[in-house]
């Protein structure tokens, strides 16, 4: 196995060189990717309706083909999972990658083609771990098995045909070469598997038994699954259990709030920790410095970028911008067209460059997550933020959390109310609101003059939950697992107040 990690190794280091070409010309590669695309998407039904074949540049591109939400793109999707073909892509399409997103329980299936899943997907997996080996020469990641905390997917059946819907990472993990699938751990039948209760059991049961020297996961059910294994095997920390443990490839929800606790049960100096940010609909970046978690922007995976600065998000008809025009430290909502048919497609994500030079990003919310019910505009970025500053001062660990506005009643001010599970609750909650507020202040202009005097925003509302309350409503809402998450910021109290009368009830 050690020859076998040296070899692996050496072969990720390859890859460096592609993407150093990107990094030194990334107009060019975008340029190439945008004329790829048109031409391969010129023969679809969609193709045909905005006219590809004529379309010779990006500004043609903008000003011919609308920015769309999966609302607008689902009737083309709907056709797709029944079996039609060559719609929005020229391929066949037979897996969805099924999404609840972070404000609607309704689920998105996002179509997910060859070309996505080897020059995307697969690219930026190979990529993750070749910016890991070049920031770690000594690694021996590839002597032992990699943990993967993955989803699972549905069969159907149409004309005969088989089509798949399911998790991204259950998707991923099926299509893995059969060398990958051997670097990895646990086997197929547990990692595909639904009921996640049981998963829970049986990976912890099988993955104790081998040496895990990586973790790839979503922070909130890698830290269920590591619980779990220090459960079954008595231990009093994951580095007894699995002594070469280097790294944890995290995604899907900030990690400040769990920092903490992954260091705690992780007490091992040599542990790293590296953010990706891999979607349903792409794999869009990756850290790639050692000491910093922006997201270089990976600009050769088949996709194309714009960008709306989210002060023109609801416009008629919002500004768009291309790479060449972003500024630094500006809030913009990302728009992708890709090698799987979504094209001018709004994800629901929202970024900020960190840096030009190369292209770093942070990601800073949802368009869709965030609560402005009194004109504070408070992004999931500024309550990521203050509430890591209060953990801080209050020496504790958030588990989860969700937030919700408590609108003006007669001559009461509004406020925010904030439902946190603590993985070891403050000694005075008090304080620890006055502590986040003050730091939300520090962050956020409009939520600092909202809350003058108390006048239209009165302090934020803690709420303590009970150990387990977010994975209740999960189970639920069926949403245990994969990409499932609990919404953070909300403009409207339905998840709140669901939360509430389930407690209460």
């Given at each position: 196995?050690?020859?076998?990690?040296?070899?692996?190794?050496?072969?990720?280091?390859?890859?460096?060189?592609?993407?150093?070409?990107?990094?030194?010309?990334p107009?060019?590669?975008?340029?190439?990717?945008?004329?790829?695309?048109?031409?391969?998407?010129?023969?679809?039904?969609?193709?045909?309706?905005?006219?590809?074949?004529?379309?010779?540049?990006?500004?043609?591109?903008?000003?011919?083909?609308?920015?769309?939400?999966?609302?607008?793109?689902?009737?083309?999707?709907?056709?797709?999972?029944?079996g039609?073909q060559?719609?929005?892509?020229?391929?066949?399409?037979?897996?969805?990658?099924?999404?609840?997103?972070?404000?609607?329980?309704?689920?998105?299936?996002?179509?997910?083609?060859?070309?996505s899943?080897?020059?995307?997907?697969?690219?930026?997996?190979?990529?993750?771990?070749?910016?890991?080996?070049?920031?770690?020469?000594?690694?021996?990641?590839?002597?032992?098995?990699?943990?993967?905390?993955?989803?699972?997917?549905?069969?159907?059946?149409?004309?005969?045909?088989?089509?798949y819907?399911?998790?991204?990472?259950?998707?991923?993990?099926q299509?893995?070469?059969?060398?990958?699938?051997?670097?990895?751990?646990?086997?197929?039948?547990?990692?595909?598997?639904?009921?996640?209760?049981?998963?829970?059991?049986?990976?912890?049961?099988?993955?104790?038994?081998?040496?895990?020297?990586?973790?790839?996961g979503?922070?909130?059910?890698?830290?269920?699954?590591?619980?779990?294994?220090?459960?079954?095997?008595?231990?009093?920390?994951?580095?007894e259990?699995?002594?070469?443990?280097?790294?944890?490839?995290?995604?899907?929800?900030?990690?400040?709030?769990?920092?903490?606790?992954?260091?705690?049960?992780?007490?091992?100096?040599?542990?790293?920790?590296?953010?990706?940010?891999?979607?349903?609909?792409?794999?869009?970046?990756?850290?790639?410095?050692?000491?910093?978690s922006?997201?270089?922007?990976?600009?050769?995976?088949?996709?194309?970028?714009?960008?709306?600065?989210?002060?023109?998000?609801?416009?008629?008809?919002?500004?768009?911008?291309?790479?060449?025009q972003?500024?630094?430290?500006?809030?913009?909502?990302?728009?992708?067209?890709?090698?799987?048919?979504?094209?001018?497609?709004?994800?629901?994500?929202?970024?900020?460059?960190?840096?030009?030079?190369?292209?770093?990003?942070k990601?800073?919310?949802?368009?869709?997550?965030?609560?402005?019910?009194?004109?504070?505009?408070l992004?999931?970025?500024?309550?990521?933020?203050?509430?890591?500053?209060?953990?801080?001062?209050c020496?504790?660990?958030?588990?989860?959390?969700?937030?919700?506005?408590?609108?003006?009643?007669?001559?009461?001010?509004g406020?925010?109310?904030?439902?946190?599970?603590?993985?070891?609750p403050?000694?005075?909650?008090?304080?620890?609101?006055?502590?986040?507020?003050?730091?939300?202040?520090?962050?956020?202009?409009?939520?600092e003059?909202?809350?003058?005097?108390n006048?239209?925003?009165?302090?934020?509302?803690?709420?303590t939950?009970?150990?387990?309350?977010?994975?209740?409503?999960?189970?639920?809402n069926?949403?245990?697992?994969?990409?499932?998450?609990?919404?953070?910021?909300?403009?409207?109290?339905?998840?709140?107040?669901?939360?509430?009368?389930?407690?209460?009830?």
């Amino acid at each position: 196995m050690a020859i076998f990690n040296t070899l692996v190794s050496w072969l990720m280091i390859k890859r460096i060189h592609q993407i150093e070409l990107f990094i030194k010309y990334p107009h060019d590669v975008q340029d190439e990717w945008f004329e790829r695309l048109i031409s391969e998407g010129k023969n679809t039904e969609w193709g045909k309706k905005y006219d590809y074949k004529s379309i010779t540049n990006t500004h043609q591109y903008g000003e011919r083909v609308p920015i769309s939400t999966y609302e607008d793109l689902k009737p083309y999707i709907d056709r797709l999972r029944q079996g039609e073909q060559n719609i929005l892509w020229p391929e066949e399409i037979k897996w969805f990658a099924k999404s609840s997103g972070t404000t609607s329980s309704k689920s998105k299936f996002i179509p997910v083609s060859n070309s996505s899943l080897d020059e995307c997907h697969f690219k930026g997996g190979k990529d993750m771990l070749s910016l890991y080996v070049r920031n770690n020469p000594e690694t021996m990641i590839f002597d032992g098995k990699g943990l993967v905390m993955g989803g699972s997917h549905n069969i159907s059946e149409v004309s005969n045909e088989s089509y798949y819907d399911g998790d991204l990472s259950a998707i991923i993990i099926q299509n893995l070469p059969f060398w990958a699938q051997f670097l990895k751990t646990p086997n197929l039948s547990i990692a595909l598997m639904d009921e996640w209760e049981e998963k829970i059991e049986l990976m912890a049961r099988e993955t104790m038994q081998h040496d895990v020297t990586n973790i790839s996961g979503v922070p909130s059910w890698t830290m269920v699954l590591i619980k779990k294994v220090l459960e079954l095997t008595g231990k009093d920390n994951l580095t007894e259990v699995w002594p070469n443990l280097e790294v944890f490839f995290h995604g899907g929800v900030n990690f400040d709030p769990y920092r903490e606790q992954f260091k705690h049960l992780i007490p091992s100096s040599k542990m790293n920790y590296m953010e990706t940010y891999n979607a349903s609909e792409g794999f869009f970046g990756i850290q790639d410095m050692k000491n910093s978690s922006d997201l270089l922007l990976m600009l050769d995976y088949g996709i194309f970028y714009e960008f709306i600065p989210v002060e023109h998000l609801n416009d008629a008809h919002p500004k768009v911008v291309q790479l060449d025009q972003v500024l630094l430290n500006h809030n913009y909502a990302l728009v992708i067209s890709t090698n799987a048919g979504l094209w001018r497609y709004l994800i629901g994500d929202t970024v900020k460059f960190t840096s030009l030079n190369p292209f770093r990003i942070k990601i800073t919310g949802r368009t869709k997550n965030f609560i402005n019910a009194f004109g504070e505009e408070l992004i999931v970025d500024n309550a990521e933020k203050a509430l890591a500053v209060a953990c801080s001062k209050c020496q504790v660990n958030i588990v989860d959390y969700t937030a919700a506005p408590l609108y003006l009643s007669g001559k009461e001010s509004g406020a925010h109310e904030w439902l946190i599970e603590f993985e070891n609750p403050p000694v005075n909650i008090d304080y620890f609101a006055e502590t986040f507020d003050n730091a939300l202040k520090s962050l956020n202009s409009d939520y600092e003059a909202k809350r003058y005097h108390n006048m239209i925003l009165r302090p934020p509302i803690i709420r303590t939950m009970e150990p387990g309350t977010f994975y209740k409503w999960l189970k639920i809402n069926g949403k245990l697992g994969g990409q499932h998450k609990v919404p953070r910021l909300s403009n409207n109290r339905e998840i709140v107040d669901q939360i509430l009368s389930g407690i209460n009830s």
